[in-house]
C-alpha cells in the first residue's frame, strides 16, 4: 500500500549493547527521540495491520481498543516496553520467532528497519501495545479479551445450581468412561454445551423472587445469563470433568484378578480421595506465583474452553476470514453435528476404521509384522492408523503448541526403535512376550500368578524362589526407565533453567505471608494482572488451611482402615510431590504437558514397606493423585485469571465442586464393580479392559511386592542407572540450548524424554501419529499461513468435533453397548482377528525345556 511520503524529525536508539545470545541488554539502552508526527489515522493503522501476518488476528474483536492505546503511547515508552521484551521473552518457544526478529529490527530504529519513520513508528508503537495491553501470543489474543466489565455479574445462586448439576453429572460418566479403550470423556467443551442452554433457559423462565434473610439474601434470577457466570459455572464444573485420582487405584485394589482388596469401600474411598483433591485445591494457590500470574505461563489446554464461552455468549463481528463468512457458532455446530454421525461408524457399525491395523489384515500370522506395525501388540509404525478422531485427538494436536506435539513424537519414535531392538536382541528375554503389553510374564511365558508368591497378603521369599522372577515387556521395561530418568532430569532441567522466575515467585510468597495486606499482582506489570487488582484477593493462608485439611484426611485413612502404611511415609511423599510439581506445573503451563512425579512416591513405599504390593499402590495414589489434581485447579483458576472472574469466586466454587466430585465419583465406582462382572477383563464387551490398571498392577508387582532392591539390584539393574542418566543429561541438554539457542529454540528435551515412554500400556504410535499430522495441518501450516482464519476458527474446531465425538460415544454406550447388542461382520471382527489383535506376537518361541530364564533358585 502506497503512504504520502514526507518528511519527519530523525530518530535515534544509540548505545545499542547485545548479550552472547543476540538480546538487547536494557540497561544499556539510550534512546533519544525528537517530537514527530504520529500517525492517528484509523483506517492507516487497520491497513498496516492487514498487511502483518502476525497481527491480523486482532482485527476480530479488540483492534478498536488496541488502536485507542497505540495512539496515547509514547515512542519512548515503546521502546522501553519492548527492549523489556527482548529480556523477558528470551528463550520462550511460544513466543513467535518472527516477533522476536521484528522486535530486534525495531529496536535498531527506523534506517535498520527499513521503512520511512512513519510506518517506523507505527509498527514500533503496536508491539509494544500488543505485549502492554493485550498479549504477544496470537493464541492468547484469539480466546482473552484485553478489556474488563467488573459490574458484570458473576457469583449467584443459579451458577451454583446449575454447575452443582453438571458437575454431578460428568463427574458419574467420566468415571465410569475411564476405563474403556478407547475412553471418551465429557471435556470442558461438553460441559459448556450443557450449561449454557440451562443458564439462557433459567434466566428466561424463573421468576426473580428474593430469597434468604441478611447478607444471604439473593435474587433467584437477577436477570440475563452473562459470560462471567457462564465461565464461573464451567470453572466448577471441571472438577466433575477429571477423575477424581484415587479412582485411578481402585481397580487394581479391589478386582480378584489383582489384589482382591474387597474391604475399600464407599467411606474409605471418600476420605482416601478428599485427602489427594485438597491437596491439588491447597497446592494450586501457593502456585498462583509460579504458573497463573507470569505472562509466560500461557496454558494453552485451557484456550478452547475460553473461545467456546465467548462465541456462546460475546457478540461477534461479521467478517471474511480467507474466504469464510461463517460465524464461529455455526462452524462448532456443524463440525459437532458431522462428528456426532460419523463416530458411530468407528466405534460401532465399522470399529476396524479406529483400530486401522491394515498391515495385519494382509499379513494376520506374521509375527513381524505385527510386532512393528501392529497397534495392539506392537510399537504401531503405520502411516495411516486411524479414521477415528477420538484416537486422533489423543494428543490434543489442535490445542497443544506443534513444537510440543513433535518433540513428544519424536521421542516416541525413539522409543519404539529402542523396543525393536531389544525385542530381536531378546534382551532380558523380552523376546518371548509381544512388545507392547504391560502384562507380567512368569519364566513360563504365562501371566504372572501373584498369589503364587504372597502369603497373608506379603511377599514370601520361599514362595517366590520355588516359583519365577516377573519379567516385563519391552514396550513397559522402557516405560519404566524413562520415567525414571525424567524424575531427575525433568526436575533439575525445569529448576535451572527457569530459576529466575522460581526465585522471583518463592519472594513474593514469603513476601505474601509476611505481609498479609500486600497485593499478590504487584510484581506483575501485564494487563490481565492490572486488571484483577480491582477484585478481593484470596489470601495465601486460606490455601494452606486446604493444605492442612488433606493432611488430615490423609492421617485418617492411613490409621483407620488397613492400608500397610507407617503414617512417617505418609508425610515423606506429600514433602516429595510439594517439592518436585512446581517444576512440573512450570513446564505444563508452557507446553500443554505435564510429568507426573509419582514414581519417587512409589519407590519410596517399595523400600518403606517391603514385600507389600498395596503399600506400593497408596505411595503412588497420594504422589499422582496430588499432582494431577493439582494442575486441575490450578488450570481452572488460569483460566479463570484470562476471564476476569473475581478470585474469591473461584475459591468458594471449587470446593464445593470438590466435595460433590469426590462423593459422586466414588458412587460411580461402586456402580461400575456391582454392574459389570467381568470388569476389567482384556475381552470385556464392552470394552472396559482397564489398561492402566493392568499397567499399574505390574508396577506395583515389580516395585512392591518382589521390591525396588530385587528388581533393580538382581533382575534389571539398568532401572537403577537411569536415575543417574537423567541427571547426566542435564547440563550437555542446557550447554547445547545455550550456546545454540536460534537452532534449538523449539527442541524441548523434556518432551523428547517424556516422548520415549508412552509404550508398555497399550498405547503406541498408533495413538500419536495421526495427531502429527493434524497439528502440522493445524498448528504449523494454516497458523501461518493463514493466522486470522486460525485464531478465528481453529479451537472452535477442535471443540466441535470432540463434543460431537464426546456426545455420540455416550448415546451408543447407552444405547448399544450397556447391555452389550453384538454387531458381528468382517469390518468389527478384521482388527482383533490376528497375532497383533490377539496380543500373541513374540519373536522367539518358547525353549524345548518349556521356561527361560536364570537357572532355579538363582534369582534371588
Given at each position: 500500500m502506497d503512504y504520502e511520503k514526507k518528511e519527519y524529525p530523525s530518530v535515534s536508539v544509540k548505545n545499542i549493547d547485545y548479550d552472547e545470545e543476540g538480546f538487547i541488554s536494557k540497561s544499556k539502552v539510550d534512546v533519544n527521540v525528537s517530537t514527530a508526527q504520529r500517525i492517528d489515522d484509523r483506517d492507516i493503522i487497520i491497513s498496516r495491520i492487514?498487511?502483518?501476518?502476525?497481527?491480523?488476528?486482532?482485527?476480530?474483536?479488540?483492534?478498536?481498543?488496541?488502536?485507542?492505546?497505540?495512539?496515547?503511547?509514547?515512542?519512548?515508552?515503546?521502546?522501553?516496553?519492548?527492549?523489556?521484551?527482548?529480556?523477558?521473552?528470551?528463550?520462550?518457544?511460544?513466543?513467535p520467532l518472527k516477533t522476536m526478529e521484528k522486535i530486534h529490527s525495531l529496536l535498531q530504529g527506523p534506517e535498520a528497519y527499513g521503512l520511512s519513520y512513519e510506518l517506523y513508528d507505527l509498527d514500533l508503537r503496536l508491539e509494544a501495545s500488543l505485549i502492554k495491553y493485550h498479549s504477544p501470543y496470537p493464541e492468547v489474543r484469539s480466546v482473552c479479551s484485553p478489556i474488563d466489565d467488573p459490574t458484570m455479574q458473576c457469583e449467584t445462586f443459579r451458577v451454583y445450581l446449575i454447575a452443582g448439576i453438571w458437575t454431578a453429572f460428568a463427574a458419574f460418566v467420566n468415571n465410569m468412561m475411564y476405563w474403556r479403550q478407547p475412553h471418551f470423556t465429557l471435556s470442558s467443551q461438553v460441559i459448556q454445551l450443557l450449561i449454557h442452554p440451562c443458564g439462557q433457559a433459567y434466566s428466561k423462565i424463573m421468576p426473580n423472587w428474593r430469597i434468604g434473610f441478611g447478607r444471604f439474601k439473593f435474587q433467584l434470577n437477577p436477570g440475563p445469563w452473562t459470560f462471567k457466570e457462564q465461565m464461573l459455572a464451567t470453572i466448577i464444573a471441571n472438577a466433575g470433568v477429571s477423575v477424581a485420582t484415587f479412582i485411578y487405584y481402585m481397580p487394581t485394589m479391589r478386582m480378584q484378578m489383582f489384589y482382591g482388596e474387597t474391604w475399600m469401600t464407599y467411606g474409605f474411598n471418600t476420605v482416601m480421595s478428599l485427602s489427594c483433591q485438597l491437596f491439588g485445591l491447597g497446592m494450586a494457590g501457593v502456585l498462583r506465583r509460579w504458573v497463573i500470574y507470569p505472562v509466560k505461563a500461557v496454558w494453552p489446554t485451557i484456550l478452547?474452553?475460553?473461545?467456546?464461552?465467548?462465541?456462546?455468549?460475546?457478540?461477534?463481528?461479521?467478517?471474511?476470514?480467507?474466504?469464510?463468512?461463517?460465524?464461529?457458532?455455526?462452524?462448532?455446530?456443524?463440525?459437532?453435528?458431522?462428528?456426532?454421525?460419523?463416530?458411530?461408524?468407528?466405534?460401532?457399525?465399522?470399529?476396524?476404521?479406529?483400530?486401522?491395523?491394515?498391515?495385519?489384515?494382509?499379513?494376520?500370522?506374521?509375527?513381524?509384522?505385527?510386532?512393528?506395525?501392529?497397534?495392539?501388540?506392537?510399537?504401531?509404525?503405520?502411516?495411516?492408523?486411524?479414521?477415528?478422531?477420538?484416537?486422533i485427538n489423543y494428543s490434543y494436536p489442535l490445542i497443544v503448541p506443534f513444537y510440543t506435539i513433535l518433540n513428544r513424537y519424536a521421542g516416541t519414535v525413539i522409543g519404539a526403535v529402542i523396543i525393536i531392538i531389544m525385542v530381536y536382541t531378546n534382551y532380558h528375554y523380552t523376546g518371548y512376550f509381544p512388545p507392547n503389553v504391560a502384562t507380567i510374564y512368569d519364566r513360563y511365558g504365562s501371566t504372572y500368578n501373584t498369589s503364587r508368591v504372597l502369603t497373608n497378603g506379603y511377599f514370601d521369599v520361599e514362595k517366590y524362589r520355588a516359583y519365577s522372577p516377573p519379567f516385563l515387556s519391552a514396550g513397559n521395561l522402557v516405560l519404566n526407565g524413562s520415567e525414571y530418568a525424567l524424575v531427575t532430569f525433568g526436575f533439575l532441567y525445569v529448576v535451572i533453567g527457569e530459576w529466575s522466575t522460581i526465585k522471583e515467585a518463592l519472594i513474593g510468597f514469603y513476601k505474601g505471608l509476611k505481609e498479609r495486606n500486600s497485593s499478590n499482582f504487584e510484581s506483575y506489570r501485564d494487563p490481565v494482572s492490572e486488571?484483577?487488582?480491582?477484585?478481593?484477593e484470596v489470601p495465601d493462608w486460606w490455601f494452606l488451611v486446604i493444605l492442612v485439611l488433606s493432611f488430615v484426611f490423609g492421617i485418617i485413612a492411613v490409621k483407620c482402615w488397613d492400608t500397610q502404611l507407617p503414617i512417617g511415609i505418609f508425610f515423606a511423599v506429600m514433602a516429595i510431590t510439594i517439592a518436585l510439581i512446581f517444576p512440573s506445573m512450570i513446564l505444563y503451563a508452557a507446553t500443554g504437558y505435564m510429568y507426573t512425579v509419582y514414581l519417587l512416591a512409589t519407590l519410596l513405599g517399595g523400600y518403606w514397606v517391603p514385600g507389600s504390593g498395596l503399600a506400593c499402590i497408596f505411595t503412588r495414589s497420594f504422589g499422582y493423585g496430588m499432582d494431577e489434581q493439582g494442575e486441575t485447579y490450578v488450570g481452572d483458576q488460569k483460566m479463570a485469571h484470562y476471564a476476569k472472574i473475581p478470585p474469591r469466586a473461584v475459591f468458594r466454587g471449587q470446593i464445593v465442586a470438590t466435595i460433590l466430585q469426590v462423593l459422586v465419583s466414588n458412587a460411580s465406582?461402586?456402580?461400575?464393580?456391582?454392574?459389570?462382572?467381568?470388569?476389567?477383563?482384556?475381552?470385556?464387551?464392552?470394552?472396559?479392559?482397564?489398561?492402566?490398571?493392568?499397567?499399574?498392577?505390574?508396577?506395583?508387582?515389580?516395585?512392591?511386592?518382589?521390591?525396588?532392591?530385587?528388581?533393580?539390584?538382581?533382575?534389571?539393574?539398568?532401572l537403577k542407572w537411569a536415575f543417574l542418566m537423567g541427571v547426566g543429561m542435564v547440563i550437555p541438554c542446557l550447554l547445547l540450548r545455550r550456546f545454540f539457542p536460534k537452532y534449538l529454540h523449539y527442541c524441548q528435551p523434556v518432551l523428547i524424554l517424556a516422548g520415549v515412554g508412552r509404550y508398555g500400556s497399550g498405547y503406541n504410535l498408533t495413538y500419536y501419529t495421526p495427531g502429527v499430522f493434524a497439528s502440522m495441518a493445524f498448528m504449523y501450516?494454516?497458523?501461518?499461513?493463514?493466522?486470522?482464519?486460525?485464531?478465528?476458527?481453529?479451537?472452535?474446531?477442535?471443540?466441535?468435533?470432540?463434543?460431537?465425538?464426546?456426545?455420540?460415544?455416550?448415546?451408543i454406550f447407552v444405547a448399544l453397548q450397556y447391555h452389550p447388542k453384538s454387531l458381528s461382520w468382517w469390518g468389527n471382527n478384521v482388527s482383533s482377528s490376528n497375532v497383533d489383535g490377539e496380543n500373541t506376537a513374540t519373536a522367539f518361541e518358547l525353549p524345548t525345556t518349556g521356561w527361560f530364564g536364570p537357572a532355579n533358585g538363582t534369582w534371588m
Open positions: 492487514k498487511e502483518s501476518d502476525d497481527l491480523e488476528d486482532i482485527l476480530d474483536d479488540d483492534a478498536d481498543f488496541i488502536i485507542d492505546k497505540l495512539s496515547g503511547m509514547e515512542h519512548e515508552e515503546a521502546i522501553e516496553v519492548l527492549t523489556y521484551a527482548t529480556s523477558y521473552f528470551k528463550g520462550d518457544m511460544n513466543f478452547p474452553t475460553l473461545q467456546l464461552n465467548r462465541t456462546l455468549l460475546l457478540p461477534e463481528k461479521g467478517q471474511n476470514i480467507n474466504g469464510w463468512t461463517i460465524s464461529k457458532y455455526k462452524l462448532f455446530n456443524i463440525s459437532l453435528a458431522v462428528s456426532f454421525v460419523y463416530f458411530f461408524l468407528p466405534d460401532y457399525l465399522f470399529t476396524a476404521l479406529s483400530t486401522f491395523n491394515w498391515p495385519s489384515w494382509i499379513a494376520p500370522n506374521n509375527n513381524n509384522v505385527a510386532m512393528v506395525m501392529g497397534s495392539k501388540a506392537g510399537v504401531g509404525v503405520n502411516p495411516i492408523a486411524t479414521f477415528d478422531w477420538s484416537v486488571m484483577m487488582k480491582k477484585y478481593p465406582w461402586e456402580m461400575l464393580t456391582n454392574g459389570f462382572p467381568d470388569l476389567c477383563s482384556l475381552t470385556q464387551a464392552s470394552k472396559f479392559t482397564c489398561p492402566f490398571a493392568h499397567t499399574l498392577y505390574s508396577q506395583s508387582l515389580i516395585l512392591g511386592v518382589v521390591g525396588p532392591t530385587r528388581t533393580f539390584n538382581t533382575l534389571y539393574p539398568v501450516y494454516i497458523r501461518r499461513r493463514y493466522a486470522t482464519w486460525w485464531a478465528k476458527y481453529n479451537y472452535i474446531l477442535s471443540s466441535g468435533l470432540t463434543a460431537g465425538t464426546a456426545f455420540s460415544g455416550i448415546l
